[in-house]
């Protein structure tokens, strides 16, 4: 019953999974990924999540590294081979990781064409960590530590080079056992977490930070397109701690949990109710479009009563 990992053009045993110390990825954190989650053991736009790490290879200049297609493939492969591990009412997790390959000793002093390093592996969905959350709300602390301009590096590259989110989750942690990091620009705006975009509602609109300094989340996208279907104005810009302070909602969006209200930012109550009123009515109509229960799931499939 172990998993299987896509490695190199094979599917391996997860303990057999081995990678050369001397990969770009792992010397230079030159590590470009995606994670995709099913519903009803069915990809969630799989398409959009390939799309933009193509996108992220070309902006790296890495335009031919892995074609979309092999990817799809591979996908879909990881999936067919450990769909079994999973009952028939849960789903699945499925993630890459894509180097440029092996570049020993010195993969900067010559540059050069190299074999990319292709790694694909499913996993449970981590219900465990967020499951509470959808009737108690998140926390949220805003760290010391800024998120990286987009005149530095442009934030729609995703990649695993992420020292800033995970520095960022430790000082949330130290202030707030339960929370997540919600970091701000350079200039004070609230941009995403260190997995998620964030969302707040004021006066029963919709608004989202600038996707000039974030990662243009497709869960993100999700919640605007669904907005639309309901009627309600989103708007797309600069959220400052005084508009989350102030909202009467607030909300995390990513792959996993896909909406995760939120309760509070840096000990300031958000809203009354949890989940909110518009928080609410976007979960259950991604629920209605996805014919699952996304909240019912997590409770059902979650190893913590």
Same mark, same amino acid.
């Given at each position: 019953m172990e998993r299987l990992v896509y490695l190199n053009g094979e599917m391996v045993p997860?303990?057999?999974?081995?990678? $050369? *110390?001397?990969? *770009?990825?792992?010397?230079?954190?030159? @590590?470009?990924?995606?994670?995709?989650?099913? /519903?009803?053991?069915?990809?969630? !736009?799989?398409?959009?999540?390939?799309?933009?790490?193509?996108?992220?290879?070309?902006?790296?200049g890495l335009s031919s590294l892995v074609e979309k297609e092999e990817m799809e493939s591979i996908f879909n492969m990881v999936?067919?081979?450990?769909?079994?591990?999973?009952d028939k009412d849960d789903d699945r997790w499925v993630c890459?990781?894509?180097?440029?390959?092996?570049?020993?000793?010195?993969?900067?002093?010559?540059?050069? %064409?190299?074999?990319?390093? &292709? &790694? *694909?592996?499913? @996993?449970?969905?981590?219900?465990?960590?967020? *499951?509470?959350?959808?009737?108690?709300?998140?926390?949220?602390?805003t760290p010391i530590i800024r998120n990286i301009p987009p005149q530095c590096m442009d934030?729609?590259?995703?990649?695993? $080079?992420?020292?800033?989110?995970?520095?960022?989750?430790?000082?949330?942690? !130290?202030? %707030?056992?339960?929370?997540?990091?919600?970091?701000? %620009? &350079?200039?004070?705006?609230?941009?995403?977490?260190?997995?998620?975009?964030? /969302?707040i509602v004021s006066n029963g609109a919709l608004y989202t930070s600038d996707p000039h300094n974030i990662l243009n989340g497709i869960s993100r996208q999700t919640v605007i397109e669904l907005? !639309?279907?309901?009627?309600? !104005? @989103?708007?797309?810009r600069d959220i400052s701690l005084y508009d989350a302070y102030n909202a009467d909602e607030a909300f995390f969006t990513t792959t996993s949990y896909c909406i995760l209200p939120v309760s509070k930012i840096n000990d300031v109550s958000i809203g009354k109710n949890i989940p909110g009123d518009l928080t609410k009515k976007l979960l259950d109509l991604w629920s209605k479009k996805v014919e699952v229960d996304i909240v019912g799931q997590a409770q059902k499939f979650a190893k913590i009563k």
């Open positions: 997860e303990k057999e999974v081995k990678i $050369s *110390v001397f990969d *770009v990825g792992f010397m230079y954190g030159a @590590t470009f990924m995606e994670a995709v989650r099913t /519903f009803n053991h069915k990809y969630f !736009k799989l398409s959009k999540h390939l799309e933009r790490l193509d996108k992220t290879f070309r902006y790296a999936l067919e081979r450990n769909i079994h591990l999973t890459a990781n894509v180097t440029p390959g092996i570049g020993f000793p010195q993969p900067l002093v010559k540059q050069k %064409d190299l074999t990319p390093t &292709i &790694i *694909v592996y499913s @996993t449970e969905l981590p219900y465990d960590e967020y *499951v509470k959350y959808y009737t108690e709300g998140k926390p949220a602390v934030p729609r590259c995703k990649t695993r $080079s992420r020292l800033h989110y995970f520095i960022a989750k430790r000082e949330a942690l !130290k202030k %707030d056992p339960e929370s997540f990091a919600v970091l701000l %620009d &350079i200039n004070g705006n609230l941009t995403e977490s260190s997995g998620a975009n964030f /969302f907005a !639309k279907e309901l009627n309600i !104005k @989103t708007y797309e």
